[in-house]
């Protein structure tokens, strides 16, 4: 069971990472001028989304029901289905961040980079109620 919220928590902060660091791509790609550089935040956001972000969420997904799974009693506790709420809500926002990032692959983002700056917050919202809600179980 311990191994099993290890690596639940190990991908949590995997895909954290992309989250945080995906909008803030998308800050400088939606600045950059040069083709150079566009280029090279394609590529970038690419590797980040698909090569960490994505399997970060699945695995920590896996891990989470696995955890579930072993510990069914926490399904009659409210703080479980508030943190279920976040997940479900974070993973939307995780596909609205892929959206973005095709947006960005074909040459068509209708965003500037200030609203980019702005949803950048979004995930610390996230991670602060979702820990809260795991380790103080209100």
Known sequence: ????KAFHIIFM????AGLFYLPRLFVYHAMASDVISIERFKIMERKLYFGI?????VLTLLFGLMSISYNPVYMQQMWLHIK????VLLIIFHVYLGKCYFAFKQDRNQHGHVFYRIINEIPVLFLVAIVILAVVKP
């Open 1 to 4: 069971m311990l191994w099993v």
């Open 13 to 16: 902060v995997t895909w954290f």
């Open 53 to 57: 972000m994505t399997p970060g969420a």
């Open 84 to 87: 279920l709420s976040l997940v």
